[in-house]
Protein backbone atom coordinates (compact mmCIF):
# COMPACT_ATOMS: atom_id res chain seq x y z
CA UNK A 1 0.00 0.00 0.00
CA UNK A 2 1.41 3.20 -1.49
CA UNK A 3 0.61 6.11 1.34
CA UNK A 4 0.97 9.50 -0.23
CA UNK A 5 0.68 12.58 2.46
CA UNK A 6 -1.70 15.28 0.75
CA UNK A 7 -2.18 18.30 3.42
CA UNK A 8 -4.42 17.21 6.56
CA UNK A 9 -4.86 13.68 5.07
CA UNK A 10 -2.99 10.87 3.96
CA UNK A 11 -4.06 9.35 0.07
CA UNK A 12 -3.64 5.07 0.01
CA UNK A 13 -3.31 3.75 -3.49
CA UNK A 14 -3.69 0.06 -3.62
CA UNK A 15 -6.22 -2.55 -2.49
CA UNK A 16 -9.38 -1.13 -0.29
CA UNK A 17 -9.51 -4.23 1.65
CA UNK A 18 -6.20 -3.70 2.59
CA UNK A 19 -6.07 -0.51 3.12
CA UNK A 20 -6.84 1.83 6.44
CA UNK A 21 -10.43 2.20 5.63
CA UNK A 22 -11.65 -0.65 7.25
CA UNK A 23 -10.44 0.23 10.30
CA UNK A 24 -11.31 3.68 9.89
CA UNK A 25 -14.60 2.70 9.78
CA UNK A 26 -14.33 0.56 12.94
CA UNK A 27 -13.01 2.81 14.91
CA UNK A 28 -13.59 6.37 14.25
CA UNK A 29 -17.13 5.79 12.23
CA UNK A 30 -18.18 2.70 13.82
CA UNK A 31 -21.71 4.25 15.58
CA UNK A 32 -22.58 6.81 13.04
CA UNK A 33 -24.73 6.92 10.05
CA UNK A 34 -23.13 6.81 6.67
CA UNK A 35 -24.00 8.31 3.47
CA UNK A 36 -22.96 6.70 -0.02
CA UNK A 37 -22.80 9.55 -2.74
CA UNK A 38 -22.52 7.97 -6.42
CA UNK A 39 -23.79 8.20 -9.59
CA UNK A 40 -25.68 6.20 -11.77
CA UNK A 41 -23.01 4.78 -13.32
CA UNK A 42 -20.79 3.96 -9.94
CA UNK A 43 -24.19 2.92 -8.63
CA UNK A 44 -24.38 -0.09 -11.25
CA UNK A 45 -20.81 -0.83 -11.67
CA UNK A 46 -18.98 0.01 -8.20
CA UNK A 47 -21.22 0.31 -5.23
CA UNK A 48 -22.11 -3.47 -4.99
CA UNK A 49 -18.33 -4.38 -4.07
CA UNK A 50 -18.07 -1.57 -1.53
CA UNK A 51 -21.35 -3.32 0.12
CA UNK A 52 -20.85 -6.75 0.02
CA UNK A 53 -16.82 -6.03 0.82
CA UNK A 54 -17.55 -3.51 3.73
CA UNK A 55 -20.62 -5.28 6.04
CA UNK A 56 -20.18 -2.08 8.10
CA UNK A 57 -21.23 -0.53 4.90
CA UNK A 58 -25.08 -2.48 4.44
CA UNK A 59 -26.91 0.01 6.27
CA UNK A 60 -25.51 3.10 4.65
CA UNK A 61 -27.84 5.55 3.14
CA UNK A 62 -27.21 5.46 -0.40
CA UNK A 63 -27.74 8.84 -2.89
CA UNK A 64 -27.87 8.39 -6.63
CA UNK A 65 -26.51 12.00 -9.01
CA UNK A 66 -27.67 12.30 -12.04
CA UNK A 67 -24.03 11.46 -13.86
CA UNK A 68 -22.51 13.96 -16.00
CA UNK A 69 -20.89 17.76 -15.65
CA UNK A 70 -24.29 19.11 -17.00
CA UNK A 71 -25.99 17.99 -13.49
CA UNK A 72 -23.06 19.40 -11.07
CA UNK A 73 -25.01 22.48 -10.51
CA UNK A 74 -26.49 23.87 -7.41
CA UNK A 75 -30.02 22.93 -8.15
CA UNK A 76 -29.18 18.98 -7.53
CA UNK A 77 -27.08 20.15 -4.40
CA UNK A 78 -30.74 20.93 -2.83
CA UNK A 79 -32.05 17.98 -3.73
CA UNK A 80 -29.24 16.21 -1.94
CA UNK A 81 -29.18 18.68 1.18
CA UNK A 82 -32.79 18.32 1.55
CA UNK A 83 -32.08 14.14 1.54
CA UNK A 84 -29.98 14.55 3.89
CA UNK A 85 -32.08 16.51 5.76
CA UNK A 86 -34.84 13.60 5.27
CA UNK A 87 -32.55 11.48 6.55
CA UNK A 88 -31.73 13.30 9.96
CA UNK A 89 -28.17 13.33 8.71
CA UNK A 90 -26.17 15.03 12.13
CA UNK A 91 -22.60 16.41 11.79
CA UNK A 92 -21.53 13.99 13.04
CA UNK A 93 -22.19 11.37 10.25
CA UNK A 94 -20.02 10.04 7.10
CA UNK A 95 -20.66 10.61 3.67
CA UNK A 96 -18.40 8.87 1.49
CA UNK A 97 -18.56 9.78 -2.42
CA UNK A 98 -17.69 7.01 -4.57
CA UNK A 99 -17.57 8.26 -7.94
CA UNK A 100 -15.50 10.55 -10.72
CA UNK A 101 -14.76 13.94 -10.54
CA UNK A 102 -18.14 14.74 -10.57
CA UNK A 103 -19.25 13.12 -7.71
CA UNK A 104 -16.01 13.74 -5.43
CA UNK A 105 -16.45 17.91 -6.43
CA UNK A 106 -20.22 17.69 -5.71
CA UNK A 107 -20.25 15.42 -3.05
CA UNK A 108 -17.25 16.87 -1.17
CA UNK A 109 -18.81 20.29 -1.57
CA UNK A 110 -22.28 18.89 0.00
CA UNK A 111 -19.94 17.88 2.73
CA UNK A 112 -18.09 20.82 3.61
CA UNK A 113 -22.09 23.10 4.03
CA UNK A 114 -24.43 20.86 5.27
CA UNK A 115 -24.37 21.48 9.13
CA UNK A 116 -21.23 23.41 8.73
CA UNK A 117 -19.73 20.33 7.31
CA UNK A 118 -19.43 16.69 8.12
CA UNK A 119 -16.66 14.49 7.93
CA UNK A 120 -16.01 12.73 4.21
CA UNK A 121 -13.57 10.36 2.61
CA UNK A 122 -13.54 10.05 -1.08
CA UNK A 123 -13.11 6.35 -3.39
CA UNK A 124 -12.71 7.93 -6.98
CA UNK A 125 -13.56 5.09 -9.46
CA UNK A 126 -12.22 7.05 -12.38
CA UNK A 127 -8.74 8.25 -13.69
CA UNK A 128 -9.51 11.50 -13.30
CA UNK A 129 -10.51 11.12 -9.84
CA UNK A 130 -7.47 9.16 -8.85
CA UNK A 131 -5.42 10.89 -10.01
CA UNK A 132 -6.89 14.85 -9.83
CA UNK A 133 -10.63 15.41 -8.66
CA UNK A 134 -10.33 13.79 -5.57
CA UNK A 135 -6.83 15.65 -4.48
CA UNK A 136 -6.02 18.33 -3.04
CA UNK A 137 -9.24 19.19 -1.05
CA UNK A 138 -11.52 21.50 -3.81
CA UNK A 139 -14.41 21.12 -4.03
CA UNK A 140 -17.00 22.62 -6.51
CA UNK A 141 -20.31 22.93 -8.78
CA UNK A 142 -20.75 24.84 -11.80
CA UNK A 143 -22.73 28.45 -12.74
CA UNK A 144 -24.23 28.34 -16.25
CA UNK A 145 -21.12 28.35 -18.53
CA UNK A 146 -18.57 29.16 -15.86
CA UNK A 147 -17.01 25.87 -14.76
CA UNK A 148 -16.48 25.01 -10.83
CA UNK A 149 -17.79 29.12 -9.87
CA UNK A 150 -19.18 27.65 -6.22
CA UNK A 151 -16.66 25.80 -3.99
CA UNK A 152 -15.13 25.19 -0.69
CA UNK A 153 -11.17 24.06 0.13
CA UNK A 154 -12.73 21.51 2.50
CA UNK A 155 -10.28 18.55 3.05
CA UNK A 156 -11.39 15.12 3.42
CA UNK A 157 -10.19 12.57 6.03
CA UNK A 158 -8.85 10.31 3.59
CA UNK A 159 -8.74 9.25 0.34
CA UNK A 160 -8.85 5.69 -1.36
CA UNK A 161 -7.70 5.02 -4.52
CA UNK A 162 -8.21 0.93 -5.56
CA UNK A 163 -7.32 0.76 -9.66
CA UNK A 164 -9.76 -2.30 -9.64
CA UNK A 165 -12.54 0.17 -10.02
CA UNK A 166 -10.82 1.69 -13.58
CA UNK A 167 -12.02 -1.86 -15.07
CA UNK A 168 -15.33 -0.87 -16.15
CA UNK A 169 -14.29 2.79 -17.12
CA UNK A 170 -14.65 3.57 -20.65
CA UNK A 171 -12.00 4.38 -22.63
CA UNK A 172 -12.96 7.77 -23.36
CA UNK A 173 -13.05 8.74 -19.65
CA UNK A 174 -9.66 6.91 -19.44
CA UNK A 175 -8.49 9.63 -22.31
CA UNK A 176 -10.22 11.75 -20.41
CA UNK A 177 -8.15 10.88 -16.93
CA UNK A 178 -4.90 10.75 -18.60
CA UNK A 179 -5.11 14.23 -19.80
CA UNK A 180 -4.57 15.39 -16.18
CA UNK A 181 -1.49 12.26 -15.86
CA UNK A 182 0.02 14.28 -18.91
CA UNK A 183 -0.35 17.51 -17.01
CA UNK A 184 1.19 16.51 -14.32
CA UNK A 185 4.08 15.32 -15.80
CA UNK A 186 4.70 18.50 -18.36
CA UNK A 187 4.46 20.79 -14.90
CA UNK A 188 6.76 18.82 -12.82
CA UNK A 189 8.17 15.48 -13.42
CA UNK A 190 9.92 15.58 -17.20
CA UNK A 191 11.10 12.13 -16.75
CA UNK A 192 7.81 11.04 -16.60
CA UNK A 193 6.81 12.86 -19.60
CA UNK A 194 9.51 10.82 -21.46
CA UNK A 195 8.48 7.49 -19.71
CA UNK A 196 4.57 8.09 -20.87
CA UNK A 197 5.06 9.16 -24.22
CA UNK A 198 7.75 6.61 -24.88
CA UNK A 199 5.85 3.78 -23.94
CA UNK A 200 3.16 1.82 -26.56
CA UNK A 201 -0.44 1.76 -25.42
CA UNK A 202 -0.72 -1.79 -24.39
CA UNK A 203 2.20 -1.47 -21.79
CA UNK A 204 1.32 1.95 -20.54
CA UNK A 205 -2.13 0.66 -19.55
CA UNK A 206 -1.15 -3.03 -17.54
CA UNK A 207 -2.09 -3.19 -14.58
CA UNK A 208 1.59 -2.50 -12.85
CA UNK A 209 2.51 0.54 -15.25
CA UNK A 210 -1.58 2.09 -14.09
CA UNK A 211 0.16 1.76 -10.49
CA UNK A 212 3.12 3.31 -11.44
CA UNK A 213 1.44 6.00 -13.11
CA UNK A 214 -1.21 6.56 -10.13
CA UNK A 215 1.44 6.56 -7.89
CA UNK A 216 3.75 9.11 -9.62
CA UNK A 217 0.39 11.38 -10.47
CA UNK A 218 -1.12 11.70 -7.11
CA UNK A 219 2.64 12.53 -5.86
CA UNK A 220 2.76 15.83 -8.09
CA UNK A 221 -0.58 16.71 -7.05
CA UNK A 222 -0.12 16.13 -3.33
CA UNK A 223 3.10 17.90 -3.01
CA UNK A 224 2.35 20.67 -4.76
CA UNK A 225 -1.10 21.04 -3.08
CA UNK A 226 0.67 19.93 0.46
CA UNK A 227 3.16 23.61 -0.34
CA UNK A 228 0.09 25.66 -1.74
CA UNK A 229 -3.43 24.32 -0.50
CA UNK A 230 -4.82 27.44 -0.96
CA UNK A 231 -3.42 28.42 -4.26
CA UNK A 232 -1.76 31.76 -3.56
CA UNK A 233 1.27 30.76 -5.52
CA UNK A 234 2.65 27.24 -6.75
CA UNK A 235 -0.81 25.59 -6.82
CA UNK A 236 -1.83 28.05 -9.58
CA UNK A 237 0.37 25.81 -12.01
CA UNK A 238 -1.79 22.99 -11.58
CA UNK A 239 -3.80 25.16 -13.86
CA UNK A 240 -1.87 24.57 -17.15
CA UNK A 241 -4.28 24.30 -19.83
CA UNK A 242 -7.08 25.22 -18.18
CA UNK A 243 -7.52 29.19 -18.86
CA UNK A 244 -8.70 28.04 -22.27
CA UNK A 245 -9.51 24.53 -21.84
CA UNK A 246 -12.23 25.48 -19.00
CA UNK A 247 -13.67 28.12 -21.55
CA UNK A 248 -13.85 25.20 -24.10
CA UNK A 249 -15.71 22.97 -21.85
CA UNK A 250 -17.77 25.57 -20.50
CA UNK A 251 -18.86 27.29 -24.21
CA UNK A 252 -19.54 23.26 -25.62
CA UNK A 253 -21.49 21.99 -21.96
CA UNK A 254 -25.23 23.32 -23.48
CA UNK A 255 -24.12 22.10 -26.74
CA UNK A 256 -22.77 19.24 -27.32
CA UNK A 257 -20.55 18.42 -23.65
CA UNK A 258 -16.73 17.39 -23.97
CA UNK A 259 -15.13 15.31 -21.51
CA UNK A 260 -13.24 17.55 -18.78
CA UNK A 261 -9.25 16.08 -19.79
CA UNK A 262 -10.22 16.29 -23.71
CA UNK A 263 -10.79 19.84 -23.48
CA UNK A 264 -7.85 20.55 -20.73
CA UNK A 265 -5.93 18.74 -23.66
CA UNK A 266 -6.81 21.23 -26.23
CA UNK A 267 -6.21 24.41 -23.62
CA UNK A 268 -2.48 22.63 -23.32
CA UNK A 269 -1.70 23.02 -26.60
CA UNK A 270 -2.96 26.14 -26.84
CA UNK A 271 -1.24 27.18 -23.90
CA UNK A 272 2.14 25.77 -24.58
CA UNK A 273 1.82 28.00 -28.03
CA UNK A 274 0.98 30.94 -26.04
CA UNK A 275 4.16 29.75 -23.73
CA UNK A 276 6.41 29.59 -26.95
CA UNK A 277 5.04 33.10 -28.52
CA UNK A 278 6.10 34.59 -25.22
CA UNK A 279 9.65 33.49 -25.31
CA UNK A 280 9.98 30.33 -22.81
CA UNK A 281 9.20 26.92 -24.05
CA UNK A 282 11.20 25.94 -26.75
CA UNK A 283 9.75 25.13 -30.31
CA UNK A 284 11.19 21.68 -30.18
CA UNK A 285 8.81 20.96 -27.07
CA UNK A 286 6.24 22.94 -28.24
CA UNK A 287 5.66 20.36 -31.07
CA UNK A 288 5.98 17.38 -29.28
CA UNK A 289 3.33 18.56 -27.11
CA UNK A 290 0.92 18.98 -29.97
CA UNK A 291 1.74 15.75 -31.74
CA UNK A 292 1.07 14.03 -28.35
CA UNK A 293 -2.23 15.76 -27.84
CA UNK A 294 -3.92 15.18 -31.09
CA UNK A 295 -2.90 11.58 -31.37
CA UNK A 296 -5.03 11.07 -28.31
CA UNK A 297 -7.82 14.17 -28.27
CA UNK A 298 -10.28 15.54 -30.91
CA UNK A 299 -10.82 18.86 -31.59
CA UNK A 300 -14.15 20.13 -32.39
CA UNK A 301 -14.84 21.38 -36.43
CA UNK A 302 -16.60 24.18 -35.14
CA UNK A 303 -13.99 25.44 -32.34
CA UNK A 304 -13.76 29.03 -33.74
CA UNK A 305 -17.16 29.53 -34.43
CA UNK A 306 -16.92 29.98 -30.32
CA UNK A 307 -13.74 32.57 -29.85
CA UNK A 308 -16.04 35.69 -28.60
CA UNK A 309 -18.12 33.54 -26.21
CA UNK A 310 -14.83 31.71 -24.91
CA UNK A 311 -13.32 34.84 -24.31
CA UNK A 312 -16.22 36.27 -22.32
CA UNK A 313 -16.07 33.23 -20.60
CA UNK A 314 -12.69 33.44 -19.86
CA UNK A 315 -12.68 37.09 -18.45
CA UNK A 316 -14.97 35.80 -15.72
CA UNK A 317 -12.92 32.53 -14.54
CA UNK A 318 -12.14 32.76 -10.73
CA UNK A 319 -8.91 32.60 -11.28
CA UNK A 320 -8.32 36.05 -12.40
CA UNK A 321 -7.72 39.25 -10.64
CA UNK A 322 -8.17 42.67 -11.28
CA UNK A 323 -5.48 43.07 -13.92
CA UNK A 324 -7.15 40.94 -16.60
CA UNK A 325 -7.22 37.35 -17.91
CA UNK A 326 -3.91 35.17 -16.60
CA UNK A 327 -2.44 31.69 -17.08
CA UNK A 328 0.52 29.45 -16.93
CA UNK A 329 3.31 29.08 -19.05
CA UNK A 330 5.43 25.93 -19.62
CA UNK A 331 9.18 27.04 -19.22
CA UNK A 332 9.98 24.16 -20.27
CA UNK A 333 8.62 19.96 -20.49
CA UNK A 334 8.81 19.60 -16.55
CA UNK A 335 8.84 23.35 -15.37
CA UNK A 336 5.33 25.60 -14.76
CA UNK A 337 5.30 29.06 -14.23
CA UNK A 338 2.03 31.31 -13.50
CA UNK A 339 0.71 34.76 -13.16
CA UNK A 340 1.38 35.35 -16.62
CA UNK A 341 -1.07 38.29 -18.05
CA UNK A 342 -2.40 37.36 -21.54
CA UNK A 343 -4.73 39.66 -23.58
CA UNK A 344 -7.58 38.91 -26.16
CA UNK A 345 -5.16 39.06 -29.29
CA UNK A 346 -2.80 36.86 -27.60
CA UNK A 347 -6.13 34.24 -26.88
CA UNK A 348 -7.32 34.43 -30.44
CA UNK A 349 -3.98 33.38 -31.85
CA UNK A 350 -3.89 30.60 -29.39
CA UNK A 351 -7.24 29.32 -30.51
CA UNK A 352 -6.24 30.00 -34.14
CA UNK A 353 -2.90 28.13 -33.70
CA UNK A 354 -5.25 25.12 -32.11
CA UNK A 355 -7.57 24.81 -34.77
CA UNK A 356 -5.00 25.08 -37.61
CA UNK A 357 -2.69 22.48 -36.18
CA UNK A 358 -5.51 19.91 -36.49
CA UNK A 359 -7.30 21.51 -40.18
CA UNK A 360 -4.57 22.95 -41.34
CA UNK A 361 -4.72 20.64 -44.71
N1 LIG B 1 -11.55 19.35 -7.51
C1 LIG B 1 -10.53 19.27 -8.33
O1 LIG B 1 -9.39 19.58 -7.97
C2 LIG B 1 -10.77 18.78 -9.72
C3 LIG B 1 -9.66 18.43 -10.53
C4 LIG B 1 -9.90 17.89 -11.79
C5 LIG B 1 -11.20 17.74 -12.25
N2 LIG B 1 -12.23 18.13 -11.45
C6 LIG B 1 -13.61 17.95 -11.91
O2 LIG B 1 -13.84 16.57 -12.15
C7 LIG B 1 -14.83 16.43 -13.15
C8 LIG B 1 -14.31 15.47 -14.18
O3 LIG B 1 -14.06 14.22 -13.55
P1 LIG B 1 -14.41 12.85 -14.29
O4 LIG B 1 -13.81 12.86 -15.62
O5 LIG B 1 -14.13 11.76 -13.35
O6 LIG B 1 -15.98 13.05 -14.53
P2 LIG B 1 -17.26 12.18 -14.09
O7 LIG B 1 -17.39 12.11 -12.63
O8 LIG B 1 -18.40 12.74 -14.86
O9 LIG B 1 -16.92 10.71 -14.61
C9 LIG B 1 -16.82 10.47 -15.99
C10 LIG B 1 -17.76 9.35 -16.41
O10 LIG B 1 -17.23 8.11 -15.97
C11 LIG B 1 -18.22 7.40 -15.23
N3 LIG B 1 -17.51 6.57 -14.29
C12 LIG B 1 -16.74 6.97 -13.24
N4 LIG B 1 -16.15 5.91 -12.67
C13 LIG B 1 -16.57 4.81 -13.34
C14 LIG B 1 -16.29 3.43 -13.23
N5 LIG B 1 -15.42 2.95 -12.35
N6 LIG B 1 -16.92 2.59 -14.08
C15 LIG B 1 -17.77 3.06 -15.04
N7 LIG B 1 -18.05 4.37 -15.21
C16 LIG B 1 -17.45 5.23 -14.37
C17 LIG B 1 -19.09 8.47 -14.66
O11 LIG B 1 -20.36 7.97 -14.32
C18 LIG B 1 -19.15 9.46 -15.81
O12 LIG B 1 -20.09 9.03 -16.76
C19 LIG B 1 -15.08 17.82 -13.70
O13 LIG B 1 -16.25 18.31 -13.14
C20 LIG B 1 -13.90 18.63 -13.23
O14 LIG B 1 -14.21 19.99 -13.07
C21 LIG B 1 -12.04 18.62 -10.20
Redesign the pocket.
Known sequence: MKKIKCNSYTVEVGNLELSSFPALLQESFKDVRKVIVV????H???LEYLLTAFPTLEDAEVILLP???EN?VMEVCFQVLEALSDYEIVRSDLIITL???????MG?FIASIYKRGLPCIHI??????MV?????????I?LGNF??QI?TFYDPVAVYVDQR??????ED?WK??FA?VLKHALIADEKEWARLIGSKQDELFSDENVKKILEKSIAVKAKVVTEDPKEKGKRKS?NFGHTIG?AI?GYYLELNPM???NCIALGMIAEAFLSNQKGTLPSDELNEIVQVMMALYPCPEDLLTGVGIMLEIMKNDKKNDYEGIKTCFLDKIGQCSWNHLIDENDIKAAFNYLYQSYYKN
Not at 132 to 140: H, M, N
Not at 165 to 170: A, D, I
Open positions: DENTDSCTGEKGGGVVSDGPTSLMGDAAIGGKTGDKNGFLSTLPESGELHEAHG
